[in-house]
């Protein structure tokens, strides 16, 4: 396909919660906030143009090595086509503190966009095994892609995803602290072998999760967002991480769990949002750690094609 200049699509991919407790490297819910990527096409020749606005504005690099950039360079290397001089621009929403997906939500952005460019040679599985292939676990970017709640799985013949829709009556709170953890150090405490008592309690949860938005249980939550995987040790290097969620879930949360690798903490609720706020903002504060707080909807869309 050729793509003449100026050509343009815009797309918007939402925030995600990866984990929710137990479900390590295997959940992700998507949550409504919104990424929204402009690219287009510049004349043979030109130099890129790429600009970052909204709140990460001044933070994240403008040059090639911008993670949406370097991702939707990527789909043109997977279809073997020489890409094109792009213009991009990055409307951030998303806090960069950590935990709500940032960084999977530039991913999938960068390659739906390129896709949409590049005539949509990848279908959404084909999109799916990119994206995650460049995050390098797939429970975040597949809710990106996919909206919903989205078990995703490592299978015998490369990645097999089931997505499940999000009820309108359930509502995450997210306690944001401004100091971000980094990834690496979160997943660097996890141990590499456990006890068998631990893996089943964590593979029964799963699936009492997983079964809770399956039958809109909600009052399940509680126990299905406990863990004994990643929380434990992460909590040893977060010291607010365990008495937040303690917090969440006396101040009326159905189930609250450290969100991805963090630094966000995540309660899901059907009421007393603002209550739940107020308890996770003040018990991270007394711990060490100045939040701020959001609500938000949970969302069935996924990464959309706006125009283009």
Same mark, same amino acid.
């Given at each position: 396909?050729?793509?003449?200049?100026?050509?343009?699509?815009?797309?918007?991919?939402?925030?995600?919660? %990866?984990?929710?407790?137990?479900? +390590?490297d295997?959940?992700?819910l %998507?949550?409504?906030?919104?990424? @929204?990527?402009?690219?287009?096409?510049?004349a @043979?020749?030109?130099?890129p143009?790429?600009?970052?606005?909204? *709140?990460?504005?001044?933070?994240?690099p403008e040059?090639?090595?911008?993670?949406?950039y370097?991702?939707?360079?990527? *789909?043109f290397?997977?279809i $073997?086509?020489?890409?094109?001089?792009l213009?991009l621009?990055?409307?951030? /929403?998303?806090p960069?503190?950590?935990?709500?997906?940032?960084?999977?939500a530039?991913?999938v952005?960068? #390659?739906?966009?390129a896709?949409?460019l %590049?005539?949509?040679?990848?279908?959404?599985?084909?999109?799916?095994a &990119? #994206?995650?292939?460049?995050e390098?676990?797939?429970?975040?970017?597949?809710?990106a892609?996919?909206?919903?709640?989205? *078990?995703?799985?490592?299978?015998?013949?490369g990645?097999?995803?089931? /997505?499940?829709?999000?009820?309108?009556?359930?509502?995450?709170?997210?306690?944001?602290?401004d @100091? =971000?953890?980094?990834?690496?150090?979160?997943?660097? #405490?996890?141990? /590499?072998?456990?006890?068998?008592?631990?893996?089943?309690?964590?593979?029964?949860?799963?699936?009492?999760l *997983?079964?809770? +938005?399956?039958?809109?249980?909600?009052?399940? &939550?509680?126990?299905?967002?406990?863990?004994?995987?990643?929380?434990?040790?992460?909590?040893?290097?977060?010291?607010? &991480?365990h008495p937040?969620i303690e917090a969440?879930?006396?101040?009326? %949360?159905?189930?609250a769990?450290?969100?991805?690798? $963090?630094?966000?903490?995540?309660a899901?609720?059907?009421?007393?949002?603002?209550?739940?706020?107020?308890?996770m903002?003040e018990? =991270?504060?007394?711990h060490?750690y100045?939040?701020?707080?959001?609500e938000l909807? &949970?969302?069935n /869309?996924?990464?959309?094609v706006?125009?283009?």
């Amino acid at each position: 396909m050729v793509m003449s200049t100026g050509s343009r699509v815009v797309v918007q991919v939402p925030a995600t919660s %990866a984990n929710l407790g137990p479900g +390590f490297d295997a959940l992700g819910l %998507a949550l409504d906030i919104r990424e @929204e990527l402009h690219l287009w096409v510049l004349a @043979e020749g030109g130099s890129p143009e790429i600009r970052v606005s909204g *709140v990460n504005a001044g933070i994240f690099p403008e040059d090639e090595t911008l993670l949406a950039y370097r991702s939707a360079f990527a *789909v043109f290397d997977r279809i $073997g086509m020489r890409a094109p001089p792009l213009g991009l621009e990055l409307v951030t /929403r998303i806090p960069s503190s950590g935990g709500l997906g940032g960084s999977a939500a530039a991913i999938v952005a960068g #390659v739906v966009a390129a896709n949409a460019l %590049a005539g949509k040679p990848l279908d959404r599985a084909g999109e799916l095994a &990119l #994206v995650a292939e460049i995050e390098g676990h797939p429970d975040n970017v597949s809710a990106a892609l996919l909206g919903g709640l989205v *078990v995703c799985v490592a299978g015998r013949d490369g990645l097999v995803t089931s /997505r499940l829709p999000v009820e309108s009556d359930l509502r995450a709170v997210v306690c944001l602290p401004d @100091e =971000a953890i980094s990834t690496k150090s979160a997943r660097g #405490v996890i141990p /590499r072998e456990f006890p068998i008592g631990d893996a089943v309690f964590n593979l029964g949860r799963t699936a009492l999760l *997983v079964a809770a +938005f399956a039958n809109k249980e909600w009052g399940l &939550l509680r126990d299905a967002m406990d863990d004994r995987i990643h929380q434990p040790a992460r909590g040893g290097i977060f010291p607010a &991480l365990h008495p937040t969620i303690e917090a969440a879930l006396a101040a009326g %949360a159905h189930g609250a769990a450290l969100s991805g690798a $963090g630094a966000a903490i995540i309660a899901l609720a059907t009421d007393r949002f603002k209550e739940i706020a107020t308890a996770m903002h003040e018990a =991270a504060a007394r711990h060490g750690y100045p939040n701020q707080t959001l609500e938000l909807g &949970l969302t069935n /869309r996924g990464a959309e094609v706006i125009t283009g």
